[in-house]
C-alpha cells in the first residue's frame, strides 16, 4: 500500500473512531438526561354542542375554524318552544355535524369545539422511566405539523394507572404462558407557545428533562 492510501485509510478510519465517539456521548448525554418518546399526542378539552330540544335547526350559522365564546348563542332550534343553542366554553369549532334547516333531536351532537389556545400533550411514558420524572420538570415538544419549531411545555400531570388498565380486553396474568410487558402511563404536558400549525391530534415527540 502506499504511503498515499496508509494516510488516507487512517484518517477514514479516525473520522469512523470519532462518529462513533461522538454518537456514543450523544446517546449517553440523552439516555442520562432525558425521558424521549414519539408515543405522544396533541390534544385538548374537547367539548360537544348538543341539541337542548327536538326539533327544526335555524341559525346554525357556524363554520368550522370559527372561533366562539363561552355562551354565545350560536343557533336555535323551533319546536314545541323555542329553545337557544349555546357554546359551552371558550373554543374554534373544529368539527360541524349538523346545518341550518334540519330536524333535530335533544341530544344529537351539533358540532364539536377546541380551546385551540390551551392545547397539551398526552405522552405515553414507560412505567420503568417514570422515577425520572415530576410534575413540572420542563419538556421540548416537536409536533410533526410544524417540525421546525420547538415547543416548550411543562408536565402537568402524571396519570395514576397504566394504559392497558382501561383497554378493552386488558391481558390476564394468570397463565402460564405469560410474557412480561413494559407498560406506559398517560402524562400531560402543557405547551407554553402554540403555533397555528399545530392541530388536536398531531403526532408528537417529547423530550422530559429528568430531575
Known amino acids: 500500500m502506499s504511503r498515499g492510501k496508509l494516510i488516507m485509510t487512517n484518517i477514514i478510519a479516525f473520522i469512523v473512531v470519532l462518529a462513533l465517539v461522538a454518537g456514543g ?38 363554520e368550522e375554524g370559527k372561533t366562539v365564546k363561552k355562551s354565545d348563542q350560536i343557533g336555535t332550534i323551533a319546536g314545541e ?19 341550518t334547516d334540519q330536524m333535530v333531536q335533544a341530544g344529537q351532537t351539533l358540532a364539536s369545539e377546541v380551546n385551540m389556545d390551551a392545547l397539551y400533550v398526552i405522552a405515553n411514558i414507560k412505567e420503568d422511566e417514570l422515577k425520572d420524572i415530576n410534575e413540572g420538570d420542563s419538556v421540548d415538544i416537536t409536533v410533526d405539523g410544524d417540525d421546525k419549531t420547538t415547543l416548550d411545555g411543562n408536565v402537568e400531570k402524571i396519570g395514576q394507572a397504566t394504559n392497558s388498565l382501561f383497554s378493552l380486553m386488558p391481558k390476564s396474568n394468570d397463565d402460564a404462558n ?34
Open 25 to 62: 456521548t450523544y446517546y449517553y448525554i440523552q439516555n442520562n438526561n432525558y425521558v424521549s418518546t414519539d408515543n405522544a399526542k396533541v390534544t385538548g378539552d374537547l367539548y360537544n354542542i348538543t341539541a337542548p330540544a327536538n326539533g327544526k335547526l335555524s341559525d346554525f350559522n357556524i
Open 81 to 99: 318552544k323555542t329553545a337557544e343553542i349555546v357554546s359551552p366554553a371558550d373554543g374554534t369549532i373544529i368539527k360541524k355535524q349538523a346545518n
Open 178 to 211: 405469560y410474557t412480561k410487558v413494559t407498560q406506559t402511563v398517560p402524562v400531560k404536558i402543557s405547551i407554553t407557545n402554540v403555533t397555528d400549525k399545530v392541530l388536536p391530534g398531531m403526532n408528537a415527540e417529547v423530550k422530559i428533562s429528568k430531575n
